[in-house]
T-cell receptor, first 111, second 111 residues
Framework: DTAVSQTPKYLVTQMGNDKSIKCEQN?????MYWYKQDSKKFLKIMFS???????INETVPNRFSPKSPDKAHLNLHINSLELGDSAVYFC??????????FGAGTRLSVL | QQPVQSPQAVILREGEDAVINCSSSKALYSVHWYRQKHGEAPVFLMILLKGGEQKGHEKISASFNEKKQQSSLYLTASQLSYSGTYFC????????????FGKGTLLTVNP
């Protein structure tokens, strides 16, 4: 049973398209995150939700919109994709103050 | 605000020891250590919450000097399975549990 699962694992799309990545955790955690890892492996937080409330919103283009329908789910929608959006996107979850458990990642390639 | 990790890369022979350092310019609430193998998600190693705290995990341990805002990860008698990129993630007081990750240290253990 995967603790933090992301879909899809790979996403190849054209510039200008809109795409979504889904994340679900079955650990009972109350906090979920989206990270972006670029080609240089720099892992940068984008958003965080605690009990469905947005608590961290880093300087991210507003083409990126997270949505948390409930504590166990956090989705990421990206509008008008650009070449620079190509990266691996990781979802993670944790109890408040706790260890973060990462999903397997979604490798996004924008052509 | 990004913590500074050193060294950037280290190559070991099986059985050798290594130390990875992480330092911040900000007062820290906690330090997290993660290991990421190529093509995989980051995996939690340990969290340090108190000044001077030292924790162990098999032959991997870490220390946290709150006054100096530094943490070190100690890998003793390294095994091939220790290879990967090690990230420290630092949490600043009042940051809503936000982790800021260093650029990572690539550790390669050779037979």
């Amino acid at each position: 049973d995967t603790a933090v699962s992301q879909t899809p694992k790979y996403l190849v799309t054209q510039m200008g398209n809109d795409k979504s990545i889904k994340c679900e955790q079955n650990l009972g955690h109350d906090t979920m995150y989206w990270y972006k890892q670029d080609s240089k492996k720099f892992l940068k937080i984008m958003f965080s939700y605690n009990n469905k409330e947005l608590i961290i919103n880093e300087t991210v283009p507003n083409r990126f919109s997270p949505k948390s329908p409930d504590k166990a789910h956090l989705n990421l929608h990206i509008n008008s994709l650009e070449l620079g959006d190509s990266a691996v996107y990781f979802c993670a979850s944790s109890h408040t103050l706790g260890v973060q458990y990462f999903g397997a990642g979604t490798r996004l390639s924008v052509l | 605000q990004q913590p500074v990790q050193s060294p950037q890369a280290v190559i070991l022979r099986e059985g050798e020891d290594a130390v990875i350092n992480c330092s911040s310019s900000k007062a820290l609430y906690s330090v997290h250590w993660y290991r990421q193998k190529h093509g995989e998600a980051p995996v939690f190693l340990m969290i340090l919450l108190k000044g001077g705290e030292q924790k162990g995990h098999e032959k991997i341990s870490a220390s946290f000097n709150e006054k100096k805002q530094q943490s070190s990860l100690y890998l003793t008698a390294s095994q091939l399975s220790y290879s990967g990129t090690y990230f420290c993630g630092t949490e600043i007081k009042g940051s809503n549990y936000k982790l800021t990750f260093g650029k990572g240290t690539l550790l390669t253990v050779n037979p």
